[in-house]
Structure formats: structure tokens, C-alpha cells
């Protein structure tokens, strides 16, 4: 139980660190930064997916990413905002939410070994 709880409280502060780098340089180089930042985030929540079949795992790292760029996107106190509201920014915040629902709602991959 407890090692379940220390893979999920991982799993959230990855998410965290990935969506937090990522919309900062979302806009950068447009559109490469964008589209490695979406690339980024879809292996991570895939390599959660696969690597435990606990899927507690990867909800935990998807609502992080969900969470973290909706954070992100809010306007601060001093009135400015990482995410704006044009091409890159609508796709940056759609796709990682996009993302984050297919990743939780995969279903788990079986392997068989071979007799």
C-alpha cells in the first residue's frame, strides 16, 4: 500500500514538472517547442500506463498535467498570463487535456508469454 502511494505522489509531481517546463516554452519556437511538449507529455503518461497496471498511477500523472497548465493559464495578480488565447496556447491547453483523458482511460495492456 504504501509503495502505491509513493508511485502516485511520483507520478503527480512528474506531471507537475513536465506540464510546468512545457508551457513555458510552448511558445518559443512554434510550432517544434509546442509539438514537443504534447510528444512529451503523451510518453509520459504512456510509459505510466505500461510500466504499472495500477491506473491510479496514471490519473494521478494526467489530472497533474490537467491541473498544473489550468493553473498556468489563470492571469496573475500582476495581469500577465503564460498561456495566451491564440494558436499555440488553445492547442498547448486542449491537447494536454486531450491527452491526459485518453492516457487514464486506456485499457490495460496484456502481454501473454509464449509457452
Known amino acids: 500500500m504504501l509503495e502505491r502511494v509513493i508511485r502516485v505522489v511520483q507520478a503527480f ?5 513536465i506540464a510546468m517546463l512545457a508551457t513555458v ?3 518559443e519556437w512554434f510550432p517544434w517547442a509546442l ?10 503518461l504512456i510509459a505510466l500506463r505500461i ?5 491510479m498511477v496514471s490519473v494521478a500523472g494526467a489530472i497533474s498535467v490537467i491541473v498544473t497548465v489550468f493553473i498556468l493559464a489563470q492571469r496573475s495578480e500582476g495581469g500577465s498570463v503564460l498561456i495566451q488565447a491564440d494558436l499555440a ?5 486542449f491537447g ?3 491527452i ?3 492516457a487514464s482511460a486506456w485499457p ?8
Not at 509531481?13 to 514538472?17: E, H, P, T
Not at 509539438?35 to 509520459?44: F, P
Open 89 to 93: 496556447g488553445n492547442v498547448w491547453v
Open 96 to 98: 494536454t487535456a486531450i
Open 35 to 44: 509539438v514537443a511538449g504534447l510528444a512529451t507529455v503523451t510518453c509520459y
Open 51 to 55: 510500466l504499472w497496471d495500477d491506473r
Open 100 to 102: 491526459a483523458g485518453l
Open 108 to 115: 490495460q495492456i496484456r502481454f501473454r508469454s509464449r509457452d
Open 25 to 27: 516554452v510552448h511558445t
Open 13 to 17: 509531481v512528474g506531471g507537475v514538472i
